[in-house]
Nanobody, 126 residues
Framework: QVQLVESGGGSVQTGDSLRLSCAAS????????MGWFRQAPGKDREFVAA??????GTVYAESVKGRFTISGSKTAVQLQMNSLSPEDTAVYYC?????????????????????WGQGTQVTVSS
């Protein structure tokens, strides 16, 4: 089992930055990748970014490329979010996968992740 706890969410204005953190504990040595997803009200959970240690490195959704940066280790992962817009408003979830995939698209799918945090709210106002 891997336990994940997110922190760093909050309310900001358009153009501001936020840094989310995810602390992992438990059997973190089994982790092959960690990702960030987000879910806005009435929408499906959406892939944001992932970091892998035996796969393609870092992976980003097109909507956040150039604005968000994922970094960290198997025990702590961060998501630096710059140039935020109201469209980024959502609950952000940290997730961990124990499987390696060669192609980065696999990391976009929530079902590829076995462990999830409780989420942290990010609200961006215009």
């Amino acid at each position: 089992q891997v336990q994940l706890v997110e922190s760093g969410g909050g309310s900001v204005q358009t153009g501001d930055s936020l840094r989310l953190s995810c602390a992992a504990s438990g059997r973190t040595f089994t982790t092959a990748a960690m990702g960030w997803f987000r879910q806005a009200p009435g929408k499906d959970r959406e892939f944001v970014a992932a970091i892998t240690w035996s796969g393609p490195g870092t992976v980003y959704a097109e909507s956040v490329k150039g604005r968000f940066t994922i970094s960290g280790s198997k025990t702590a992962v961060q998501l630096q979010m710059n140039s935020l817009s109201p469209e980024d408003t959502a609950v952000y979830y940290c997730a961990a996968s124990t499987l390696n995939y060669r192609h980065e698209n696999y990391y976009h799918a929530p079902v590829k992740y076995s462990y999830w945090g409780q989420g942290t709210q990010v609200t961006v106002s215009s």
